[in-house]
Structures are given as C-alpha cells and as structure tokens.
C-alpha cells in the first residue's frame, strides 16, 4: 500500500513543481515587462511628434496598379531614358545603395558633374515637394524633369523620348496594359505617371516604426537615448511626421553664415537660384531622415562626408548649440533604427532589359 502511495504522491509532487517553476517563469516575464515611467514618457513624447510609415504612398490623380509599376520599374533601369542613353534612373538613384549613388554630386549624361546631391528615392513619394528646393509638389511632377535637364539626363524634348520608346515593341504592350483604354497610352505624362506609380511602392518601414506601434523593445537603449536627444535639442522643429522631415522649406542656416559650414567658394543659394527672389535665399527643402545613415554624403551639395559630422554641423547651423560627443553618438543610434529594408525586388534589373 506504502508503494502505491508513494507512487501517487511523486508524479503528484512533479506536477505541483513544474506549475510552480512555470508560474515563476510568467512571473519573470510579467516583471520584465514593467515599463518605466521615463520610457512610457519618453513614447508618449514621440507619437505627439512622429507617426508610423504609411503603407501606402496615394496619390488620387495616379492610382498605383501592377501593371503601371512594372511598366515603371522598367523606365526607371532602361538607360534609353537618357540622351546617350548612359544611364537610367537608378543610375543616379541606386536602389542597391538606399536609392542614391553615395557620390557629391551626379554626373550627367555628358559624364559632367551636377550640382546638387542626389536624394533618396526611398519614401521619397511621401515628401510634400520635391527637388532640393521644393520646385515639383510630387512625385509625378519630379519623375519628368531629369529626363529632359541638358544637365541630367539630357533628352532633348518629350517628342524624341515618345518616338524612341515607339520604336521598342515592348513599350507598346507594357503601355497598353498599363493605360487600358487611351488610344495613344505612350505619352510622356504616362511616362511620368509610371516611374512615379513604382517609387510610390519604394516605402522602407523600419525599427522605429515598431516603437511607434508600442513596442517599447524595438528601440536599444542607446537608440532611445539619441530619440531623448533629438527631441530636446529641438531637431523636431524641422524633422517631424512620419519622414522626420520632407515636409517644409527652411533657412539653412539659422546661425552664422553658409560658409562658415559649408567648404568650398561657391555657396548654393537654395531656391533662390530658381525664382531670384531675395527671400528665398538659402531655403532648402528640409531632407526626410529616412535612412540617413546610408544615404551620405550630406548637405545640398554632398560635401560633407560623414554623419557625426554634419550632425554638428546642422545642432550649430540650425539650433545653435555646440552638441557633445555623447548627444552626437547617441543621435548616430537613434539615425539607425531609421534605417528599412530595401527589398530584392527593387534592386534587381528587369529581365525584359537583360
């Protein structure tokens, strides 16, 4: 009898131990995730000033279909876009390299060197203007003027462009099927439209995202530490929404003079150049920090290399304030989680241009 009891009481014990250990176990876990009230503030700080990546880029008067966005990925890599036809969009915009060629400035299809850098691609389609200063509302509008800047990419009208791509039996279909309908559907709007409706879909969600979401571990503590700092040395001023930026012209700078920042005998004086208008010197389009720390080099014209570098160079320009090497490391973290994936997809030429 002693035996059979004895038996009872140890599988008895067992179960009794293991709910035990198991009810530590969720204990530990519920303690892990205590939030402190620093960390509950400091979310709370950020939603008021930031909002997670949209899925969709929208744009009503050019509604994103598959067949559109195949047709413009394949506009985007055709280097036939070009007056020599020596690069494409992605020549400049590398989609292996974060939408940019890490380069100053761009040579154009004459192999000369622009002026300005080139910016990202990637999120570009949620920017409310486009250009360094501002000139194109969207995407649609900025997808056309490259092709024809004898600087860029130097097509010398719309009609040469219409009549080369006339000639490749592939563009008729792909237009087709993209414009269902229109009796003529390889117009340069369409083209613009295309190229556009495939940047629209180039959106690179990233760690913050999730932060945003609530997910307070999505952020190491040296990335929430540079969040701290960004929002107290006033960074949101400019950089705020779900770009942290791309939202607004600004002086660049606020304090002291461009060549004081800047090296180098030629100063670019921002919009001015564009409209002559005296106001609008040194108004920049405020950049989106999107993937900025694999988007050097900075500044309008890419003379500054390094982002620890400009960091400084934007706390002392636009905030004045000489930023310590801690706020500096901590920002450079807090920059990474801003960084997404670029998808395969996006990096891969089309086969109908192999």
Not at 60 to 75: E, F, Q, R, S, Y
Not at 177 to 203: M, Q, S, V
Not at 275 to 287: L, N, S, Y
Request: proline content about 6%.
């Amino acid at each position: 009898m002693k035996k059979y009891l004895f038996i009872l009481i140890v599988p008895a014990f067992l179960l009794f131990g293991c709910a035990g250990n198991q009810q530590k176990q969720e204990a530990k876990k519920e303690q892990a995730k205590v939030v402190s009230q620093a960390d509950k503030d400091l979310m709370t700080k950020a939603k008021a000033f930031f909002q997670v990546l949209p899925s969709e880029a929208v744009n009503p008067v050019n509604p994103v279909t598959d067949a559109k966005v195949k047709l413009g990925k394949i506009l985007y890599y055709d280097n036939r876009l070009s007056k020599d036809q020596t690069q494409s969009c992605n020549t400049c915009h590398n989609l292996a390299a974060f939408g940019v060629d890490n380069l100053p400035t761009s040579p154009g299809d004459n192999g000369i060197p622009g002026t300005r850098n080139s910016p990202t691609v990637l999120n570009a389609a949620l920017k409310t203007a486009q250009f360094w200063d501002g000139r194109n509302k969207d995407v649609e509008e900025q997808a056309g003027g490259p092709i024809l800047n004898p600087a860029e990419m130097a097509i010398p009208s719309e009609q040469f462009l219409i009549d080369r791509l006339k000639k490749v039996e592939m563009y008729q279909t792909l237009f087709a099927n993209a414009y269902p309908g229109e009796a003529d559907p390889l117009t340069y709007k369409n083209i613009r439209h295309a190229i556009a409706a495939f940047e629209r879909t180039l959106l690179t969600p990233s760690p913050f995202d999730n932060y945003l979401a609530g997910d307070y571990d999505a952020l190491k503590e040296q990335e929430k530490n540079g969040l701290k700092a960004f929002l107290d040395a006033g960074c949101i001023a400019c950089h705020s929404g779900s770009l942290l930026g791309g939202t607004m012209l600004q002086k660049f700078p606020l304090f002291g003079k461009y060549e004081d920042y800047v090296p180098g005998d030629k100063p670019d004086y921002g919009k001015y150049v564009e409209t002559k208008v005296e106001t609008d010197k040194f108004m920049f389009f405020v950049p989106q920090l999107r993937n900025v720390e694999k988007t050097a080099p900075y500044l309008s014209d890419g003379s500054i290399a390094d982002l620890d570098q400009t960091i400084r160079i934007m706390g002392k320009a636009e905030l004045n304030k000489d930023l310590t090497d801690q706020q500096v490391n901590d920002l450079m973290a807090f920059f990474k989680s801003l960084t997404g994936e670029v998808k395969a997809d996006w990096q891969t030429v089309p086969e109908e241009l192999k």
